[in-house]
């Protein structure tokens, strides 16, 4: 059914590069560099440079050693102490004791030790306040650490403490104390303005190469995918990132900061040109929630968000080329439902400007205050609906909850491919195929399973996905049953009360 699930639903809500691609964090364990030696020539001779070119080329230049001597000092490495805890395994234990290899009382199977692991990655101070120094950095750098220590591009070294980190987003806030007045902090630009071409330059230490300087340009803006956080959007550069680099600033040509290095994509585990920023703009309110709170509080809406192909869009009665977001399920009793959201509606817009993307819709939401009320667009079919939504704040216990979340499984087209898939060779079945059903969930409870056919929704009769999730409307049913077909046979599940 994975393969399944993936034709009807189109691109997901995280990129996955193909190809061998694979994506990598910038942080590096300490001695990973290895050394290679590059052959050098002598030219006979070298041609002159005429003085216009070189005059424009000496001005670029003297720009790039601006950027650096200005915003290297705020840039900074941060080592850290990452202590965990395994089990031990005593390969000896099934051995007799003549052997000579007794079980010794910390080696016993099942025991637990704390293993330490030391790893790098790079930061950037962004505020002072008193001798409160903050550094700005990854959550997969420092968010685990058992210790940091922070060191300045003058190589005097600080211990740090971790204020703050948030995995959604992959940031992490550290500060160290110094009565130094004269450290300096990095300006903040604005990445919104930021444009394909722009030129850049990526900052840090990698491969542990401390103070490191790479060039290059703005490859593409709002980049999905990678496989650290949940909320994606990133600025793509091909200036040279790699492991070792994560934390460390992207800046533009005025010296400031635009973006957070984060991850590559590779396939050898070195830069192959394709390097990934958080926007700063993402990250700055980030930074006072942390100092304030020492975590990021995010807006909370209650439904579960999938890209679909234009295929799904036109079984669920949609333009094809209508962008937004489907919320294919929805958690009971959160704001949405209590807004009246349903399972199956297509958002296509909030507070008045139009979604283009499940990631856009993610990050606005999780951007919405606690307690504030907005206005979504939503398509229910072919019928447009205006609901206001009072958002709550996100916690991680209730949003993991999948015996929330309703119906739990995604609602798929049966098509001629997906007949095939599930070997249906009657073509007088009608209705929809279900997929991706989530464990707890009750959809588990009514022992539903991957590849069934719903034909009916409370004895009424479906053809498809628009006309199931008309069915499913829990705003009119509080108690719903489904028909499913199987084998040349056609059963009724349980009945489920919607609380």
Partial sequence: MKHLTQKILGT???????????????????????????????????PALSSD??????ALQNTFRSISSTVLPAVVEVDVTETTKVQSYNPFKDLPFFFGFPDSGSDKEGSTRELQQSALGSGVIVRKTG??????????VAGNATTIKIKLNDEREFDGKLVGADERMDIALVSFESDDKSIPVAALGDSDAVQQGDIVLALGSPLGYFASVTQGIVSATG?????????????????AINQGNSGGPLVNIYGEVIGINTWIASQSGGSQGLGFSIPINNIKTTID????????????????????????KKDLGISETQTGAFAAEIFMNSPAMKGGIQAGDFIVALDGHDVKTVDQLVREVGNLQAGQTSKFTVLRGKNKIELSIKIEER??????????????????PLTDTTRKSIKLTDNSVKGVIVSNIQEKSPAAALRLQNGDVITAVNDKKISSVEEFYAALDTNKNKTIWFDVYSDGHTISTGRYKIQ
Wanted: aromatic content about 10%; proline content about 2%; charged content about 15%.
């Fill in 289 to 312: 929630q942390f100092i304030a709170n020492g975590k990021v509080s995010y807006g909370w809406l209650g439904v579960s968000l999938v890209d679909v192909s234009a295929e799904y």
């Fill in 223 to 239: 980049r999905s995918g990678g496989q650290i956080g949940s909320i994606s959007d990133f600025i793509q550069t091909d200036a």
């Fill in 53 to 58: 070119p070189l005059a424009i080329t000496l």
């Fill in 395 to 412: 916690s991680n216990e209730v949003s993991s909850d999948n015996s929330k979340l309703w119906p739990g499984f995604i609602a798929a």
């Fill in 12 to 46: 997901a809500a995280v990129a996955v590069f193909s190809f061998g691609l694979f994506a990598l964090s910038c942080k590096v364990n300490k001695g990973s560099a290895n050394v290679a030696f590059a052959d050098t020539k002598k030219n006979a001779s070298t």
């Fill in 131 to 140: 001798k409160t120094v903050y550094v700005l950095t990854n959550n997969h």
